[in-house]
């Protein structure tokens, strides 16, 4: 499914984030940035060493911020690892901190010249979050950026499953 919202386009696909070709993938990282399970696992596995020894380097990551790295082996050229929160009962900032994730990850996209990026379902995974609720922050963040922006030309999400991706469509379908 593929949306355009104002000089972008918005898509979703069901996939493996680490085959993708976009300028950048996101990474479901953690604070120590040291890799882990789940999205993180399989990126550090596929974009080998380079990838952490950078990590290393920067330090560590706040929830809701996003750092840049080469995407070493990778297809895509870099690396944005953000932290997304971890999901207790939906009072603790959750989706401001969810929505940061998504906002800053992009914001370093287009600092760095970036035109395309792909992102998985952050913080649903090990971190807990309810797929129905991060995926409409997510759709929600996306759009918002692609009407006030103009130098990102395509995000796109690459869920992990047909349940995910059909969350993920029927929340785009609303809100677009
Ligand atoms: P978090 O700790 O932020 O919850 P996880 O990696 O545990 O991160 O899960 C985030 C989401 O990424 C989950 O929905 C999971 O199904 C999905 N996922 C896991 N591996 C991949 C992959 N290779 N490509 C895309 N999505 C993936």
Redesign the pocket.
């Known amino acids: 499914m593929e949306v355009r919202i104002n000089r972008g386009v918005l898509s979703l696909a069901e996939g493996?984030?680490?085959t993708q070709d976009t300028d950048a993938i996101v990474n479901?990282a953690n604070k120590g940035l040291r890799g882990g399970?789940?999205?993180?696992g399989?990126i550090h596995r596929a974009g080998g060493k380079r990838i952490l020894d950078e990590c290393i380097k920067i330090g560590g990551c706040e929830t809701g911020e996003a750092v840049i790295t080469t995407g070493g082996n990778l297809k895509a050229k870099y690396v944005i690892h953000t932290v997304?929160p971890v999901y207790r009962d939906g009072l603790h900032n959750e989706p401001k901190l969810l929505e940061n994730a998504y906002w800053n990850s992009l914001k370093v996209a287009a600092e760095n010249g970036l035109k395309s990026i792909a992102f998985?379902?952050?913080?649903?995974?090990?971190?807990g979050?309810p797929l129905e609720q991060a995926a409409e922050i997510a759709v929600n963040t996306a759009i918002s950026y692609l009407k006030e922006h103009a130098d990102i030309g395509l995000i796109r999400f690459?869920?992990?499953?047909q349940h995910?991706l059909d969350v993920y469509e029927k929340k785009l379908s609303h809100l677009s």
């Open positions: 493996d984030i680490t479901a399970g789940g999205v993180d399989a997304g998985p379902s952050i913080s649903t995974g090990a971190y979050y690459v869920l992990f499953g995910a």
